[in-house]
């Protein structure tokens, strides 16, 4: 379906992108401006270069992972213009409008929305160029895009809520057990994680969802939202939070109540200091998903487009496991190459 003439890449720049993967580690991130609406980096390569458009959904540290990946997998081969739409709706169309303007020759998308997102994955086909959609697969007609890595978030959820009633059954008892939510931002991601999280946990008849509020992937957001929910539900058991960062935020407001060693805390990640909140104690599972093998994989698979090879699997979904205390040491490497 693309039809655009791209240009062909040399052995020599795969090689490249491979060695500059090798390299590729989890510093600071230097394309976050801290500003709203969008930042641009660029990956500086020569006007031969192939250029490919990247649409980051966030500034958190997974999506500062997702694009450090990224460019490891591109190395030198291609030209990368970032921007970032800061969970944005309308910044997230516009920039799919800017960077569609510039004409690349492939565009990779961590969509803030699934509406927004198909906004831009309609207008890259109406402009022939490639889609690659990164974490989240939300395009269900596969000839609309060239190719996703993506996590299937809801089996993680699914994974997470199935851990969750398997503690419920284990621990016997016909008492309702209460379970508190804290979402991230509606729209795309997390909704699939919270709708698999619930899903399972139906096979414990006692645990009942009582609580559910968006902290909006930000830790202080997520600590507000931890305060309402331990005061509309004082005897709360467990919690689900979508992602580490507000994870610590609802603990930080768990410890001022006086509940963190009530109400127990399931989150999802697989960051160092997610690990050893799983390993002190604070937390009690998370999961080991990997953003920056998200990005490098996807970037791999924009080389493979531009130079004309058909990937065998079009989709690649990333495993990802429920971890606790007895498995914390063999999770995968987070914003690294393993």
């Known amino acids: 379906m693309f039809g655009r003439s791209l240009r062909r890449l040399t052995a020599l720049t795969l090689a490249a992108a491979a060695t500059a993967a090798l390299g590729a580690g989890c510093g600071s991130s230097s394309d976050d401006d801290g500003g709203s609406g969008t930042s641009a980096a660029s990956g500086g390569g020569g006007g031969d270069k192939p250029v490919v458009g990247f649409i980051n959904g966030s500034s958190v540290e997974f999506n500062m992972c997702v694009s450090r990946g990224l460019k490891a997998g591109l190395g030198d081969a291609a030209e990368l213009n970032e921007v970032n739409s800061r969970d944005d709706v309308g ?11 510039r004409k690349p020759d492939a565009l990779v998308l961590q969509t803030v929305n699934v509406q927004s997102g198909a906004q831009i994955v309609d207008k890259a086909n109406g402009d022939d160029v490639p889609v690659f959609l990164s974490s989240v697969d939300f395009v269900r007609d596969p000839s609309k895009v060239a190719g ?25 008892g016909s008492g309702e057990v209460k379970v508190g939510i804290v979402a991230g931002a509606p729209g795309a991601a997390s909704d699939f994680l919270v709708r ?30 931890a305060e309402n929910m331990i005061q509309a539900q004082p005897d709360l058991d467990y919690v689900l939070v979508s992602n580490e960062d507000m994870a610590f935020g609802v603990l930080k407001s768990l410890q001022a109540a006086g509940k963190d060693g009530q109400v127990k805390i399931l989150t999802n990640g697989g960051t160092e200091l997610g ?13 080991d998903a990997s953003p920056f093998q998200i990005g490098f994989r996807t970037g791999r698979a924009v080389l493979d487009q531009l130079d004309g090879r058909s990937a065998a699997e079009p989709v690649q979904t990333l495993p990802v496991q429920v971890i606790t205390r007895d498995n914390a040491a063999g999770a995968a490497a987070y914003c690294a190459a393993s």
Do not use: C, H, Y
Not at 91 to 101: F, K, P, W, Y
């Open 196 to 225: 698999g999280f619930k899903g399972a946990l139906a096979a414990a008849p006692n645990a009942k969802v009582v609580f559910e509020q968006p902290g909006m992937w930000n830790r202080g957001k997520a600590a507000s939202v």
């Open 275 to 287: 690990l050893r909140a799983v390993e002190d104690g604070e937390f009690l599972s998370t999961t």
């Open 91 to 101: 910044a997230e169309v516009s920039n799919g409008e800017d960077l569609l303007a």
């Open 148 to 172: 996703a890595v993506v996590f299937d978030n809801g089996a993680t959820g699914a994974k997470i809520g199935g851990f969750l009633a398997e503690q419920v059954r284990a621990a016997g």
